[in-house]
């Protein structure tokens, strides 16, 4: 995976998948890797705000031996104060990998179009791959192995869900989603997800009702109702997920050992209730402890000089 970027979880291999994945379980359980990135930079290119993925990024580089600098739209103005293309031949000269967090999708494709080092995707209004590696990395953690666990997402089908679709699609993991009329995954995704469910030993099935989705999951997912860049429909989509929280009951209907998942930030009371973030199958700080490692193992197989 030496030089490559990583835009789309849909992008990389089942092998690559796998490769993700044990690197990041062996960089967790055994360290290791200081030297991996010695030398190297990041520039980590962010045009909306962040924790997880900032600071996890930033870490693991520390961690790899290598060191990040974080650059805000306010301080680069990407496609204002200068072309996409520009910033990003310019940030090819200087640093070894960029993570960008842009608000399209769009843009992202514009800096590896342009780059001459890997650019990661720290989130676009597509994809949130970073995430998926995350969520699958603590999936498998969980339930020693990935393939024929059932994940169920209630929520807006959009980057998270959409990238976390196309991890389980790729690894085995049988997908249930449910929607309100409007809000689930874009036709395309849809279909691919399907097609790599399907070559891959796995189902993907959408319902109507979170209670159809849930019932006898291993792992029940959620995400906000308006993502950053939504906030203009968020008295709409309020009302149009009304009945999509996942409360005690609905995750009642899940297999006993199931646990609950969620990107964060949360809305506690909304997408969420307080009992079921904060209960005993909850595993986001797992979760969120998960995309450093995820990330490691990401930067070291793009990134570094050594063999991994
Ligand atoms: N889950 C996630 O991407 O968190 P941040 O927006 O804080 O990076």
Redesign the pocket.
């Known amino acids: 995976m030496r030089g490559r970027d990583l835009l789309s979880i849909a992008e990389l291999s089942p092998d690559e998948m796998g490769l993700i994945l044990r690197t990041a379980l062996s960089l967790k359980r055994d360290g290791g890797g200081e030297d991996l990135l010695r030398g190297k930079t990041l520039a980590l290119l962010f045009e909306?705000?962040?924790?997880?993925?900032?600071v996890s990024f930033d870490v693991a580089m520390a961690e790899l031996g290598g060191h990040a600098i974080y650059l805000s739209q306010g301080e680069v103005g990407l496609g204002q104060r200068e072309s996409v293309a520009d910033v990003s031949r310019v940030l090819s000269r200087y640093v070894d990998v960029i993570a960008a967090?842009t608000y399209s999708h769009e843009t992202l494709l514009g800096l590896a179009r342009h780059a001459d080092v890997p650019v990661i995707n720290?989130?676009s209004d597509e994809e949130?791959p970073?995430?998926a590696m995350a969520d699958l990395l603590t999936v498998l953690e969980r339930f020693g192995a990935l393939r024929g666990v059932r994940l169920a997402f209630i929520g807006d089908g959009f980057n998270?869900a959409a990238s976390l679709a196309e991890g389980c699609a790729l690894t085995g993991v049988n997908f249930a989603m449910a929607s309100p009329d409007g809000y689930s995954l874009p036709e395309p995704t849809q279909r691919l997800i399907s097609e790599l469910a399907t070559a891959n030993g796995g189902t993907v099935e959408f319902f109507e009702t979170p209670a159809e989705a849930v019932r006898g999951a291993d792992v029940v997912y959620t995400d906000v109702w308006a993502s950053?860049g939504q906030e203009d429909s968020y008295a709409a989509r309020k009302e149009a997920f009304a009945g999509f929280a996942v409360t005690g009951e609905l995750m009642s209907l899940a297999k006993p050992g199931a646990i609950f998942m969620h990107?964060?930030?949360a809305h506690r009371g909304e997408e969420v209730m307080e009992d079921v973030i904060e209960g005993p199958q909850s595993v986001v700080f797992d979760q969120?402890e998960n995309?450093l490692h995820a990330q490691k193992a990401i930067l070291a197989l793009t990134t570094s000089d050594h063999e991994l």
Do not use: G, Y
């Open positions: 909306k705000p962040s924790l997880r993925t900032r967090r720290a989130l949130h970073c995430q998270v950053m990107d964060l930030p969120a995309r």
